[in-house]
């Protein structure tokens, strides 16, 4: 073997090396599995208070749901959204308050959410 062959395996190993070490500190640091996937399949766009309906297809992370989708909520106004199944079985409802209209329509501080997921609700 080489010597430039065994530099590239001493390269290639550290670089391996360092993308395992990457990850176990993402994961300690608090690091977290993607998204589920949902949709937003209505959302109003007028008015102070305004309803949004998202599908998703398990329960599992709801929260990291509902923070993902309020990130798309970008308009002054109080959303009320709804987290269902597919098949329309409600898993949570939540809030979000975005300026000072989304206060005075959720009463939660700008920019906050709050959700609560309904005890016992599964997606079929």
Same mark, same amino acid.
Request: glycine share 12%; proline share 3%; charged share 20%.
């Given at each position: ?7 590239? @395996? ?7 090396? #360092? ?25 109003? !766009? ?15 992370? #709801? ?9 798309? #909520? ?14 329309? !079985?409600? @898993?949570?409802?939540? #809030? ?9 329509? !959720?009463? $939660?501080?700008?920019?906050? !959410?709050? $959700?609560?997921? @309904? ?6």
């Amino acid at each position: 073997m080489s010597t430039w062959q065994k530099w590239s @395996l001493i390269s290639i190993g550290s670089a391996f090396g #360092l993308l395992a070490v990457i990850a176990v500190i993402g994961i300690a640091a608090g690091g977290s599995e993607p998204v589920p996937s949902y949709e937003i399949v209505s959302a109003e !766009t007028d008015g102070n208070s305004r309803h949004v309906v998202v599908h998703v297809d398990s329960v599992d992370h #709801l929260g990291d749901v509902m923070d993902a989708v309020a990130a798309e #909520l970008h308009d002054p106004a109080g959303y009320h959204v709804e987290i269902d199944c597919q098949d329309g !079985t409600r @898993l949570a409802n939540g #809030l979000v308050a975005r300026g000072n209209v989304g206060v005075a329509a !959720t009463g $939660l501080a700008d920019g906050e !959410t709050e $959700l609560d997921s @309904l005890p016992g609700a599964v997606c079929e």
